[in-house]
């Protein structure tokens, strides 16, 4: 009788010890919530970007220099990001353009042309999570 209630108590605790091992919860999977800003073109002139912060606030950024790039994963509270460009100081006719991308897929592509007094303001679409 003891033998076979030794065998029960292996056979239950193998039994839960298989029931509790599981895979372990993979960490959350952040491309859907990260956006990639790219800014390029010729514009000489001063020039910034506003852009919605990974927390949901406003950054004010001067572009030193094109190509410029910015990567951003949005908390899970955030939910619309934009991007807007504005230059001033450059020749008439120069451009710049922003594209924004979520992994490998292109959502939107801005161009901006400054005007005869060399500036331009100009926004990318809202990109809702």
Not at 32 to 39: E, F, V, W
Not at 67 to 94: D, F, H, L, M, R
Request: charged residues 15%; hydrophobic residues 35%; contains cysteine.
């Amino acid at each position: 009788m003891k033998t076979h209630n030794w065998l029960k108590t292996i056979l239950l605790l193998m039994s839960i010890s298989f029931l509790s091992c599981s895979k372990p919860i993979d960490p959350p999977d952040n491309d859907d919530r990260k956006l990639t800003y790219t800014i390029t073109g010729n514009f000489s002139g001063t020039l910034f970007a506003s852009y919605t912060t990974s927390t949901g606030g406003t950054q004010n950024e001067q572009i030193l220099s094109v190509p410029w790039k910015k990567e951003i994963v949005y908390a899970p509270n955030v939910t619309a990001a934009i991007i807007a460009i504005s230059g001033n100081g450059g020749v008439t006719g120069q451009q710049v353009t922003v594209v924004v991308k979520k992994g490998s897929t292109q959502l939107s592509t801005t161009s901006a042309i400054a005007d005869n007094a060399g500036s331009f303001s100009k926004s990318a679409p809202v990109i809702t999570f």
